[in-house]
């Protein structure tokens, strides 16, 4: 347990939490809509520090980042905490849920890492962002021992502590629920313009890569999947866009993606974009490999969750010469 950042003293002994824009205000012995920040004695702690439910061993490909380290396997560790309440969150049980952890120090967490010949660690499964004083710590520890840190993340941070923390970030796959502002207050109780305004900045910092769950009659209309385009392109087409099948989890009962929905998405968003890839779903007439927009030379072969480099020479394509759009040092 660590005194958290981010916070200021109101009366009574009571907090505000300014780390993300819940801005959850906390009265003596409670605590914040993440579980993991809690108010003792007047003073926010951030309870969840170094308390890890999972730590495994995954391929990049898994996080989703297909354009980082292609076929490279990293540490991948989580929180048992989320600021946000997606109802059919695929993880509920380590997000949402109470769930044993065990204590791992920064410096031992990285030791594992190295011990496991991860190229870096992965902060994921939950949201590594209630995480903020132990990502910082840890990340400061393994970037200083030449290892990467990538954030799988719903981007629900406020600026000051995203600038604060985006010097120790390598890459990112971050979430977009959806591009209707309503879907976020009413379902997810998150905040979308704070997501969008978490992607614009990071892009200029760090490698970024976007999913979206497509949810049946949620956020899976023409209307919804074109302004996710449309912001994508925004911020450039080069961002590859994972586009993921929802099944029903936990709270949330409606069938899953069709096939047809994902064939839809995906064919507006390649008009559009250079990469665009579909997860949770095999499809024989969708590839998720990497081609060269340029030449269309294969770069990146993908089977299941791996990757292997083909058609990449000195970070170019071997077949034209463009420079590919994929961090490999
Ligand atoms: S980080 Fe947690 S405690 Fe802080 S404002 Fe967000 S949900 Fe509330």
């Known amino acids: 347990m660590k005194e958290a950042e981010y916070y200021e003293n109101l009366d009574n002994e009571r907090v505000r939490c300014k780390l993300c824009p819940i801005y959850c205000i906390i009265t003596p012995d409670k605590c914040g809509q993440c579980r993991g920040r809690k108010n003792i004695n007047g003073k926010l702690y951030a309870i969840n520090f170094g308390e890890t439910t999972s730590t495994a061993m995954d391929t990049i490909e898994k996080k989703p980042l297909y354009h980082f380290h292609p076929g490279k396997l990293i540490l991948s560790i989580s929180p048992n905490s989320c600021n946000i309440k997606c109802p059919w969150c695929q993880n509920a049980e380590i997000s949402q849920m109470e769930f044993s952890t065990r204590f791992v120090s920064p410096e031992d967490m990285v030791g594992i890492a190295i011990k496991n010949t991860s190229f870096g660690i992965a902060y994921t499964y939950t949201e590594p962002l209630t995480w903020f004083e132990y990502l910082k710590e840890t990340g400061r520890i393994a970037k200083d021992r030449g290892l990467k840190n990538v954030l799988v993340t719903n981007g629900m941070i406020n600026e000051q502590p995203l600038l604060d923390i985006l010097p120790l970030i390598d890459a990112m796959n971050i979430d977009i629920?959806?591009?209707?502002p309503d879907v976020y207050k009413r379902i997810v109780k998150g905040d979308l313009d704070t997501v969008l305004n978490?992607?614009?900045i990071s892009k200029k910092h760090c490698h970024i890569e976007i999913t979206n769950l497509l949810i049946p009659e949620l956020n899976d209309s023409k209307e919804d999947i074109s302004k996710l385009i449309d912001f994508v392109e925004d911020i450039g087409k080069d961002t590859p866009l994972h586009f993921s099948r929802y099944f029903p989890h936990y709270k949330w009962t409606a069938p899953s993606t069709p096939a047809s929905t994902?064939?839809?998405a995906y064919k507006m968003a390649k008009e559009r974009l250079h990469y665009v890839y579909v997860g949770n779903i095999f499809m024989q007439d969708?590839?998720?490999n990497t081609?060269?927009?340029?030449c269309n030379n294969l770069l990146v072969e993908r089977s299941f969750m791996s990757g292997r480099i083909v058609g990449v020479n000195d970070a170019?394509?071997?077949k034209c010469g463009r420079k590919v759009d994929i961090v490999m040092t």
């Open 177 to 180: 629920k959806s591009m209707n």
């Open 291 to 294: 081609y060269c927009p340029d």
């Open 262 to 264: 994902i064939v839809m």
């Open 198 to 200: 978490t992607i614009r």
């Open 286 to 288: 969708i590839s998720n």
């Open 316 to 318: 170019k394509c071997s």
